[in-house]
């Protein structure tokens, strides 16, 4: 089974207006943290926003807020006002407690292309 | 940003050839990390390193090997390059390797294995 699923393999959004993207997990540990990366087209991964499982509340940074609905296992990324500059690749990972727990699992992304 | 560094950034090479990577790092952390991004998987974890000469492997390590004698170094080698190798690797660092530490990451390396 997939430990992050992203189902969005691709967003087209007007500009200005509000995004959320989905990803979904799957532990069986207590501890975990849950991370957003940007990905632009130059390349490079750009971390965003961080949540931890025992954090009460979403976590925020700027724009970007984490929908975190641990019931569910979900750790969505909502981008609010969007900008032509947040079109990118958007990856969510997350890391495991325990022994061994260096390793960051990543989804296969969202392409997100905001629209004049 | 992170001080990281990647050289080559762009390199093709043939089947059978070794090919070392080089990650280098100005922020005097303890954890390095390789990996490579294909299309549909993600990054997937290659190896990683928790202090000078002290490594261990990723999901994805067969066919690769990696040394760190200094804590700003940590080198990818592919012993005898196969297409399959043909990928994006990025290094990332991070500075305690616990549950919170954020992984930061270099501008990566293309590789194409012809």
């Known amino acids: 089974a997939q430990k992050i699923t992203q189902t969005q393999p691709g967003m087209f959004v007007q500009e200005k207006e509000a995004v959320t993207l989905d990803c979904t997990y799957d532990?069986?540990?207590?501890?975990?943290?849950l991370f957003w990366y940007k990905q632009p087209s130059s390349g490079e991964m750009i971390f965003l926003i961080y949540?931890?499982?025992?954090?009460?509340q979403n976590a925020t940074e700027g724009r970007y807020s984490l929908n975190f609905q641990k019931a569910r296992k979900s750790a969505n990324l909502v981008i609010s006002a969007s900008q032509l500059g947040d079109s990118a690749m958007y990856f969510c990972?997350?890391?495991?407690?325990?022994?061994?727990?260096?390793?960051?699992?990543f989804g296969t992304g969202t392409r997100l292309t905001i629209i004049p | 940003d992170a001080g990281i560094t990647q050289s080559p950034r762009h390199k093709v090479t043939e089947t059978g050839t070794p090919v070392t990577l080089r990650c280098h790092q100005t922020?005097?952390?303890?954890?390095m990390y390789w990996y490579r991004q294909d299309p549909g998987h993600g990054l997937r974890l290659i190896h990683y390193?928790?202090?000078?000469?002290?490594?261990d492997k990723g999901e994805v390590s067969d066919g690769y090997s990696v040394s760190r004698s200094k804590t700003e170094d940590f080198l990818l080698t592919l012993e005898s390059a196969t297409s399959s190798q043909t990928s994006v690797y990025f290094c990332?660092?991070?500075?305690?390797?616990?549950?919170?530490?954020?992984?930061?990451f270099g501008p990566g390396t293309r590789l194409t294995v012809l």
């Open positions: 949540q931890g499982s025992y954090d009460e």
């Open positions: 990972a997350m890391r495991e407690g325990g022994f061994g727990n260096e390793k960051l699992t």
């Open positions: 390193s928790y202090g000078v000469k002290d490594t």
């Open positions: 532990t069986s540990d207590q501890s975990y943290g």
């Open positions: 990332a660092i991070s500075d305690s390797g616990g549950l919170t530490d954020t992984q930061y």
């Open positions: 922020e005097n952390h303890r954890y």
